[in-house]
């Protein structure tokens, strides 16, 4: 121990609460007082104020590094010769190297050994006349000049600061995306208790709205075909007018009807499947016969190049094939401006069959060409289409296609459109494929047409 009458002051900086206490309690013990100070900044300001007789340093510290502190207590002219041990959990030599252009004096590692660190602390208070640096360093190495110790010290610090401020910030965005994901969830499940609230509305008016209808309906047929009406008919085309648009409105009605009972029972499995063995020729004949007297009356042109073909079968529900096609060659004809053409052709491609219903019409813009499918889409813009003459006139309930999709795919087929885009004046026209497997398929589940619903 030194044989100085005054106690000798020792700072230790160590951020390290319990390393701090231990070595407190070992230099007590061995008669120094002890100062401890937990950061960098602290501990230049404890030298300053005390003047340590000798001042023992972390290297690892939260603020400042050990290698600052030592290097600005340098600058201070008060501290040109006070010894400065560093004490790290670092062995290596770049860590030896920094801590010897940082002029700290002697360098001890962790876990301390207590007899060694006496024995330097007393070497060093029993002789500071000069600076002695005892830190042994690989001779062949090339170790970094002060200045550039300060400058990658300062550069660490700059790091260090970006790298604080990209974690808050990196924290603040993650919070933001949990937040914003618990709304658009909240939103989510309120948009489909909405949207479910729909579904069943419309779909509960539609089932009410079909009895009045069906009786109104029947009326109709028995005024249509009574004697005492055709006799007053006679010669009264202001009463035959009146009467096709009231049949038209009741056709048209019961079809709008019909799709939303449709759409609800194919949603809820609902539909009973009869595969039969189904001829090309044949669906497609009867798909398009309800079209025939709007053809004629739009001047319509309908080529039909697979008509030929009477060899080409698959298997299937002939009665929803048959809705899925009607379904697609009316949206031909009602999206088709009068004088138009609307073919429609087969092709087989091993088993696969593809019918394409192309038409000369309005066409459908790219970003719509997807969501014509979903339920109750239509296109903005489908009303500026109003060249017919007749019933087939643009817009409808969006649901067509929907049961088209429900259908083909509960064939294992494909549906899907391609188009150049929406033009009114140039009439890019769109080709609807159809693509279906041909050999025999045993069974349409109820669950996949449940599934392309939900
Ligand atoms: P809608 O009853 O409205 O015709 P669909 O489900 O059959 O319902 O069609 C959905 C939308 O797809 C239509 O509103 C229309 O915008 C567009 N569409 C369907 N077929 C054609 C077609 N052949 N040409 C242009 N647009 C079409």
Redesign the pocket.
Known sequence: MSDQTTKPTILYIEDDQSSAALIERILVSFGYDLMIAYTGLDGIRAAIDNTPDLVLVDLDLPDLTGFEVAMRLRELGDFRKTPIIAISSQDTDEYRGMARVAEISSYLTKPINVQQLYDKIEQYLGDNDDLLIDIELDQDKNYFDRETVQHLLYKIRELEFANEELRVNNRDLVEQLVSSLRDAESTNEELRRLDQIKDDFIQRVAHEVRTPLTVLMGYFSVIEISPEIKALRQGQQDIDLYLSSLGEGFNRMRKVID?IIMISRLAAGKVEITMVPVLLNDLLTSAVRPFEEAIEQRDIALEYTARMDHSISLVGDLDLLRLAFI??I???I???PDGGHVYISAQRDKNILRIA?Q?T????DPN?QHR??D?F??????ML?STSKTAFR???????????KAVIEAHRGHIY?E?AG?NTEELP??I?YVELPIEAQEELDKASIYESFN
Not at 361 to 364: A, K, V
Not at 377 to 382: K, R
């Open positions: 799709e379904n697609l009316g949206n031909a009602k999206y088709t219903i038409d019409g309005i066409g459908i719509d014509i499918f339920r889409y239509s296109a903005d813009s489908v289409h643009g817009g409808g309930l969006g649901l067509g296609l929907a049961i088209c459109v188009s929406l026209g769109s609807f």
